[in-house]
């Protein structure tokens, strides 16, 4: 996901909440491929394996579910290396998707620790209420006070990391004076989610007591899960996690952005209008329509302006529209007067409303130069459907003199980024691991499973 940075410190609010979201998505795109891989090369293990036993074993029926195998002792080698490898692949499709929900908490947890950090040297006084103590002997091996107030920085992001994920958020409302909870949608979510990243980590994912019992105080829906029970984590349960996620570390991190540091609010909404347009362009519209929420909820009139708002808005009702919410998109557009907003609003609502022939209208008042440019015509998610209909070829013809829309700065940036990940893929060490050879008694006998 390509993000706006709006400074050029790495450690300014902007690029932490921009590396967070980049760092998890690239999670979600990659579980994807491994998985699909992983099928692929099932179907082929599974497929070999029944080749095998179709050529080299014998096969007696004992029930419906149940057929009997026997094998002559000279195969028996070669069908317990086949056997093997259909189990790694079957087990790799379970094992996988649970390690990729402990990353995806991984990294929110050193992007907390990443704004925590950036709290503290912004208001550093906060550190004079907490009780750190460091002996003389410590204090002479440093150069400067700042090297100390590093220390007890780190201290103090590592003591709230060693808490659960609810505790922290009450640490950090206490210290910051800020309310989170309240504004967080998905609470629930994030809650379940985490203590079951820590039963992947401590229990391999098998239900404890200390599950259920948080489960219980937050009135978490856990249907007919029982103590000993095996969790997994299905494809609906990690997008729902990355959603998750995301909408959550990004609510924290321009919460205490824009209380601590409103000086930066223009800067704060071109972040968040930077990142609900990447979020719409890699078609994430659950986690576009909480953002939005977000913002028009908790952020309101504290927008740096009411064009900042109405974008928001429009966005907002983009991902709506696209999650086949036509309902809500209507009833959020028509809450908002447009009458006096400026040519492209008017364009937008437009075409969420379906009204091409109008739209075709304003395309050509707009003009060539106006506010909508060629590359938002091309590239906004709002004209997805708008740019297969003749109208707007016909239109957008007479508008700019082309018929095609240019592709050839997406083709030069995909080639450096190919570039980029080449060099980056033959400058990584690799290894070779030879599997060890086992020799084993025959078996006459196997159950096909």
Request: with cysteine; charged share 30%.
């Amino acid at each position: 996901m390509s993000l706006i940075q709006t400074k050029s410190s790495k450690e300014d609010f902007g690029s932490i909440i921009s590396d967070f979201i980049s760092n998890i998505e690239s999670l979600h795109r990659t579980l994807y491929i491994v998985m699909s891989f992983i099928k692929h090369v099932r179907k082929n293990t599974n497929d070999e394996f029944e080749e095998f036993l179709s050529k080299n074993a014998k096969s007696t029926k004992k029930s419906e579910t149940e057929t009997e195998y026997s094998i002559e002792f000279t195969s028996y080698y070669e069908f317990k290396q086949k056997l093997r490898d259909v189990e790694w692949v079957n087990r790799s499709g379970t094992i996988i998707p649970k390690s990729f929900v402990v990353s995806l908490i991984s990294e929110y947890d050193a992007y907390l620790g990443m704004i925590i950090r950036r709290m503290y040297r912004i208001k550093p006084e906060v550190l004079n209420s907490k009780d750190n103590q460091i002996s003389f002997s410590d204090i002479v091996t440093y150069d400067s006070l700042d090297q100390i107030k590093e220390i007890i920085i780190d201290k103090e992001v590592e003591n709230l990391l060693r808490n659960s994920h609810p505790e922290q958020f009450k640490i950090i409302e206490a210290t910051f004076s800020v309310i989170l909870t309240k504004e967080v949608e998905g609470w629930n979510d994030f809650v379940e989610l985490t203590e079951r990243r820590n039963l992947f980590v401590h229990c391999n994912g098998i239900v404890s007591k200390q599950y259920l019992d948080t489960c219980k105080k937050h009135k978490i829906e856990i249907n007919d899960l029982k103590k000993g029970d095996p969790l997994q984590v299905s494809p609906d349960y990690f997008d729902n996690a990355f959603n998750t996620v995301l909408t959550i570390g990004f609510m924290i991190g321009h919460v205490l952005w824009r209380k601590f540091q409103p000086e930066e609010s223009q800067d704060a909404d071109k972040h968040l209008i930077s990142v609900v347009y990447s979020l719409l362009t890699s078609k994430h519209y659950s986690a576009t329509i909480t953002l939005c929420k977000f913002a028009i909820k908790c952020i309101g009139k504290k927008f740096s302006s009411e064009e900042t708002r109405r974008i928001i808005v429009i966005n907002y009702a983009i991902a709506l529209k696209f999650s086949s919410k036509k309902e809500e998109m209507e009833k959020l557009l028509n809450e908002n007067d447009w009458s006096a907003s400026s040519e492209k609003f008017k364009l937008a609502v437009l075409v969420l409303n379906d009204n091409n022939t109008e739209a075709a209208t304003t395309m050509r008042k707009i003009g060539c130069n106006g506010e909508v440019t060629k590359a938002d015509y091309n590239n906004w998610p709002l004209f997805e459907n708008f740019r297969e209909t003749e109208i707007f070829k016909t239109t957008y013809l007479e508008v700019f003199n082309e018929e095609s829309m240019s592709i050839s700065e997406d083709i030069k940036n995909e080639q450096e980024n190919s570039k980029t990940n080449c060099r980056e893929a033959h400058s990584a060490p690799t290894t070779t691991n030879k599997p060890k050879r086992h020799h084993k008694r025959s078996a006459k006998k196997h159950k096909k499973r």
